[in-house]
């Protein structure tokens, strides 16, 4: 063996974060080898290996050295293949501030607020939490607005940084939407994020490597009936 | 009078806040002089709620008239703009690295170290042991380096500076010596070496008046230190 440049990405088919790395990676045209990693099961001796601390996918592995958290990887790509395919982040420092400022609002403020709605039992909880959510994304319909400045994609014409990291989660929402009818993106609410979520799943790169709306449907499915079956029985 | 200049910086920040101290330490690394405006975030002035609508709080940068929040993104723009004395190191998965422990700082050890006020008796010690277990993971990292950077001080030690100088001044409060130094050797030595550089020292807050802020604080909420 003994490559050079040996690029590994351990994930999980179904994962939002997983697909950031997966577009990355695509839009610089790395090869890589891909490990599917079971999680319901016993996580692999590598995944605990590469991420000791958090034993969480993604996970890339670049000549035998790890990197884990989905942005952090993401923005590992773009720094060590700087001079192949797109720039991901912006190249002024500004804009680059406020991709990481909205990208920390989706990973921190926006996605477990919805998390938690969807996980909570209590009806109370679950109607707080959904305004939150709700909140967020006319924050985030106004940042687009604002950073995108009337193009297609946060990044402007082509998808970047802060499209990766929204957009890894419209095939979730899409799916929840399938499986519950519950939309998240209301085409009054939000125009310019729905035409933007639009554009992001029907752009090449991405359609080349994000999962089936229809398969992660059923797979959340199968998640909430064995969760149903847990609960009754405990 | 000149309206504006070319390169305004100001920061909305707290004097007793390591989250922005943290910022004033950047900025002093490298050269760059700013107008810090003290905000008090249990009276929210209309500039900070104009310029920090989502999040409503401090440390906020403004840049050229420009605002930035979140302490990480403004490290990471202040690197961007004023590229001397680099805070970030230069190799991308070193970068990826000092990202990762510095989320690790701000996520892990600062939410564990949060659940150790107001607790008391069991509760309060296995706030503290939860810690403590977090802080090993800091403790490795420095075995063979002067600082988390390495040779040099860097983005993870700035961010680190809650640990040595937030964290390790809450044994009163907490009532026990939460990172004693036969437990954690290394991170002595590394707040000894933090101490020797001056813009550090004089960026934060000065010892005993940061002691009776936070001895004030807690008994104005009535928190007992037992």
């Known amino acids: 063996m003994g490559e050079s440049e040996e690029v590994k990405l351990l994930g999980t088919w179904y994962s939002p974060v997983v697909l950031r790395a997966k577009i990355a990676l695509r839009l610089k045209s790395i090869d890589y080898v891909y490990v599917e990693e079971d999680l319901f099961s016993s996580k692999s001796e590598l995944l605990l290996k590469s991420n000791p601390i958090y034993k969480k996918v993604p996970v890339l592995i670049h000549n035998n050295k790890p990197v884990s958290e989905s942005l952090n990887i993401v923005e590992y790509i773009d720094e060590t293949w700087n001079s192949s395919g797109p720039s991901i982040l912006p190249s002024h420092p500004y804009d680059r501030a406020l991709a990481r400022f909205w990208s920390a609002f989706v990973d921190y403020k926006w996605f477990p607020a919805f998390r938690a709605a969807v996980i909570t039992k209590s009806e109370d909880a679950k109607e707080k ?81 994000a999962p089936e709306i229809d398969k992660v449907a059923e797979f959340l499915g199968e998640l909430e009936a064995k969760a149903h079956s847990a609960a009754s029985k405990s | 009078m000149a309206e504006s200049r070319s390169e305004e910086v100001k920061l909305l920040g707290m004097w007793v806040s390591p989250f922005s101290r943290r910022i004033e330490i950047a900025l002093t690394l490298k050269g760059v002089p700013y107008e810090f405006s003290e905000q008090d ?186």
């Open chain 2, 41 to 226: 975030i249990t009276n929210k002035s209309s500039l900070l709620l104009q310029l920090n609508p989502v999040h409503k709080m401090i440390p906020v940068l403004v840049h050229n008239g420009k605002p930035i929040s979140e302490s990480l993104v403004i490290l990471e723009y202040i690197d961007d703009t004023w590229p001397n004395n680099p805070i970030l190191p230069q190799d991308p998965y070193d970068r990826a690295m000092a990202r990762f422990w510095a989320k690790f700082v701000d996520q892990q050890i600062y939410v564990a170290a949060m659940k150790m006020v107001g607790k008391i008796g069991e509760e309060r010690d296995a706030a503290v042991e939860a810690t403590r277990d977090l802080l090993k993971l800091l403790e490795k990292e420095l075995v063979g380096k002067d600082f988390l950077g390495g040779t040099s001080l860097g983005f993870v030690d700035i961010v680190a500076t809650l640990v040595a100088f937030w964290l390790m001044r809450t044994d009163e409060i907490i009532g026990v010596k939460i990172v004693p130094v036969e437990m954690f050797p290394e991170i002595h030595r590394w707040v000894k070496n933090l101490l020797q550089n001056d813009v550090v020292k004089n960026c934060i807050p000065p010892e005993d008046e940061h002691l009776k802020y936070i001895k004030a604080r807690m008994d104005s909420l009535k928190i007992k230190s037992v």
């Open chain 1, 129 to 209: 939490g959904m305004k939150e959510v709700e909140e967020g994304i006319l924050q985030l319909e106004e940042a687009f607005v604002a950073i995108s400045k009337g193009k297609p994609f946060f990044r402007g014409e082509a998808i970047g940084f802060m499209d990766i990291c929204l957009g890894s989660f419209l095939v979730l929402l899409k799916a929840r939407e399938k499986l519950k009818g519950e939309k998240l993106l209301d085409e009054l609410k939000t125009p310019s994020l729905c035409k933007w979520a639009d554009k992001f799943l029907s752009d090449e790169t991405v359609r080349n490597v």
